[in-house]
């Protein structure tokens, strides 16, 4: 008689624990199953949101990068390598400048800004104690006060101490070079962990992302340009003190909306009537004059020609990621949201003729 290796009736697998065959527990599995990998990825978002910000500055930076290296590609048509390098040098030769030639005189008044703003805070508070605004012993408001001066102060003081945070800029500059020489692979890296048939459809949001993220980014720059620029004539031509360092700032703060010129304003003016009456006024003019004319008329242009995001909600984005991650959070909040609106719109477009079909 013939053995065989098979096993008999009696000694056959049978199905254990694990296996489910009931069609309504499988799926009550798998939704349970997105929704804790849902909570774990929320989680971990949270646990690794410095590195994760990193990275996504890294890619803002590349997409910088990128704009400029498609924008000088129009007037010098040489291979694509040239155009990122002499992009990345010129960059880099600006912040050089910066803080070579300009360094000793901006760092001067950056010390000199910070004891006129103190000063005229210390003056506020006497004035508010005198009209029975606050109490005079009012010890927790004054230590909050104290530790708002003293963001200010660093706040003021960046250009000098910039050093703390060399490590993460680093890093910034580093990935967004990596990624801005070869986008295209780092696409299909992403797109090869997809299904076949989704990976078009990323390809077409990214692409519309990275559009639409050239343009703002774009936009941001010559804001900031003509907000430093315009900030720190008019305030020169007022004999307002300190106006390169006020203009520095200002233009840098306009990479942040909304937050950012206020704080600048706040400085403007505090610089400004501590040099007298006349300055002072003249500095609040100058602050709403540039940003009416930035806010109705160069704002509204770039945002015809890349997405139109409500002032509410980059304001609540930043408060929230300013609160959840920082001052990096903040920073990012409005390239963030452009992305996740622009990808939202592009994967409700493609989906369109699936629910019409659906509906039909």
């Known amino acids: 008689m013939k053995k065989t290796d098979e096993p008999s009736a009696a000694t056959a697998e049978r199905p254990g624990p694990a296996d489910i065959s009931d069609v309504a527990v499988i799926a009550e599995v798998r939704r349970a199953a997105v929704w804790i990998g849902m909570a774990l990825l929320v989680a971990g978002v949270i646990v690794l949101s410095q590195p994760i910000l990193l990275i996504i500055g890294g890619m803002v930076f590349a ?29 880099f030769a600006f912040v050089g400048w910066v803080f070579y030639f300009a360094g000793t005189t901006l ?53 000098s101490t910039a050093i703390g945070a060399v490590t993460s800029i680093l890093m910034i500059v580093v990935i967004g070079i990596f990624v801005a020489i070869e986008p295209r692979l780092y696409d299909k890296g992403v797109a090869w962990m997809l299904p076949v048939g989704n990976r078009g459809r990323f390809y077409e949001i990214s692409n519309q992302v990275g559009f639409t993220l050239r343009r703002l980014m774009f936009g941001r720059i010559v804001g900031m340009l003509f907000e430093g620029v315009f900030t720190w004539l008019l305030l020169w031509a007022g004999g307002v003190p300190m106006a390169a360092l006020l203009g520095l700032l200002t233009g840098l703060l306009a990479f942040v909306p ?24 003249w500095a609040i003019f100058v602050y709403f004059l540039v940003q009416n004319v930035d806010g109705y008329l160069v704002v509204p242009y770039i945002a015809r020609r890349t997405v139109d995001l409500a002032p509410a909600l980059v304001l609540a984005a930043q408060l929230l990621f300013g609160a959840l991650f920082g001052v990096l959070g903040l920073l990012l ?21 699936r629910i019409a079909a659906d509906d039909g």
């Open 333 to 353: 909040a409005d390239p963030i949201v452009a992305t996740i609106k622009v990808a939202l719109e592009k994967f409700s477009e493609t989906n369109k003729p």
């Open 107 to 159: 760092i001067g008044q950056a010390s000199e800004l910070r004891e006129v703003v103190t000063l005229q805070w210390d003056r506020l508070v006497g004035y508010a104690v005198e009209m029975d605004l606050m109490p005079a012993e009012g010890a927790g408001l004054h230590s909050f006060s104290q530790q708002l001066l003293g963001g200010v102060g660093r706040l003021t003081s960046a250009v």
């Open 63 to 91: 997409v910088i990068l990128d704009g400029g290296t498609r924008l000088l590609g129009r007037v010098l048509p040489i291979a694509r390598g040239w155009r990122l390098a002499l992009v990345t040098l010129a960059g």
């Open 258 to 281: 909304n937050i950012g010129a206020i704080i600048s304003g706040v400085l403007m003016v505090a610089v400004g009537f501590s040099a007298g009456q006349g300055e002072g006024l």
